[in-house]
């Protein structure tokens, strides 16, 4: 009888000891995992699998393309003399006259066949020795006249108070490489009677220079102007695109 109440005793405690084991596992988030702190927990994911790397493909090749050979620029001098500089006019003879240039745009076309130093036209100014300049603008021949000087010019220049009549040139202390160009002036008057404007040749029309009056062709008049060459060409002139107006 002893016995029993021992064995009876014994399951009841195993019993007890295993609902007690249950009750101690709970169904949690891994912040809840028993002895470890929620600040602690790792977790751990599966890195993706990699994807595998594309052959890259080669760009198609291209035909190489062709660098034109830069247009050798054609040489008019005819030979020069190293050396030895000159000036040129270009006019011939006959009688000339004076144009007030104060509010108009006067110009010249021209081609220098070699380097120059400078370039400008013939100025009277009416025997007023004050009260008068003159803005000149030089620039590259490109393709017709409005082009040419709807471009950026390649010098510049202002000058006042020159002795009346005289060349009024714009120079520079590197010389200017041969090349069909546009030389612009625009006079200006500061005072009544102060003008500055050009000497030209009525009823000419020559084949080494195209004068324009306000941007456009002034037809049988010939600007007086002169060109200081660098070193002496055979022949002093080029020859003259189409103004294109």
Known sequence: ??????????????????????????????????????????????????????????????????????????????????????????????????????????????????????????????????????DYELYVWDSDYETTVDNEPVATAIFENWQDGICVPITFEEPMPSGEYVLLAMYHSSETMHNGGVWFFPDQEREDIISYLDDDVWYDHVIRTTIYYANTPNVKYGPLSDPGI
Not at 7 to 36: D, Y
Not at 87 to 99: C, E, L
């Open 1 to 134: 009888m002893k016995a029993r109440k021992i064995v009876a005793a014994l399951l009841a405690l195993i019993l007890s000891a295993s609902v007690l084991a249950g009750c101690s596992v709970k169904e949690s988030g891994p912040e809840q995992v028993t002895g470890v702190p929620a600040t602690e927990v790792t977790v751990i994911t599966t890195a993706p699998a990699e994807r595998p790397t594309e052959a890259p493909t080669s760009a198609p090749t291209e035909a190489p393309t062709e660098v034109p050979e830069p247009t050798e620029k054609p040489d008019y001098s005819g030979g020069i003399t190293e050396g030895k500089r000159c000036t040129y006019n270009f006019w011939g003879g006959g009688a000339t006259d004076a144009y007030c240039g104060t509010g108009h745009r006067l110009a010249v076309q021209f081609y220098a066949t070699t380097d120059f130093t400078g370039v400008g036209f013939h100025s009277p100014t009416w025997t007023a020795k004050d009260g008068y300049s003159v």
